[in-house]
């Protein structure tokens, strides 16, 4: 059994995480740096969040939901990312424990969780985590003991070209953009992470 000392501990950074991924959500659509202000900032007054008011979940509650500064009411999404990759955390601890696989998986879902909300607010699919998402999801394969190379790449092929043939088909067609590059580029990571080919199934 997984030590409850652990599972909190591993809940706790998870909230952590989920705290920087609300910086990625809000920045990263309007190229902004993600570390640079390096302390997060209230979006409607500029000021500076001091670190005993930017502890996940627990900030937010001690200050009802309103920048200490301005009042301004302070989004329930940003509690909300927060305890979901806390949970989704220890989901991971509980089905890989403490090994570079649960890592590898931990890092792939967070970056859904950021492209998620990205694609809620403003219908796009930032490249910045696509992009290297290509090369690391075929890395990942040397590291993940279920997923060969082979049916990583296959993943990536069949993902990514899949799509770009669908978009293009619907394009020669009807000469309108029918699928954003976004949906393409995410796909093919996506098919690599839980590879192609091999036995398990998500069922």
Sequence with gaps: MINVLIVGLVFMFGMCI???LNVCIYRLPS???IINPSRSFCPQCNSAIQFYDNIPVF?????????????????????LVELMTGIL??????????????VVYFVF???????????IDH????????????????????VLP???FKSSLLGLLTGGG????????YSLITSKEGMGGGDIKLLSPVKKAWGVGTSNSLG
């Excluded at 899949?162 to 088909?169: F, G, I, K």
Aim: net charge positive.
């Design 162 to 169: 899949s799509l770009l043939l669908v978009a293009w088909t």
């Design 123 to 142: 219908k796009i699919i930032p490249d910045v985590i696509t992009l290297p998402g290509i090369p690391i999801g075929l890395a990942a394969s040397f």
């Design 18 to 20: 989920g705290s920087f």
């Design 89 to 102: 955390a220890i989901a991971i601890l509980f089905m890989f424990g403490l090994t570079l696989e649960g």
């Design 146 to 148: 279920d997923i060969t």
């Design 59 to 79: 900030s937010y509650l001690w200050l009802k939901g309103r920048c200490r500064n301005c009042k301004a009411s302070i989004s329930l999404r940003y509690p």
């Design 31 to 33: 190229s902004m740096s």
């Design 109 to 119: 879902i967070s970056s859904l969780l950021v492209i998620t909300f990205i694609d």
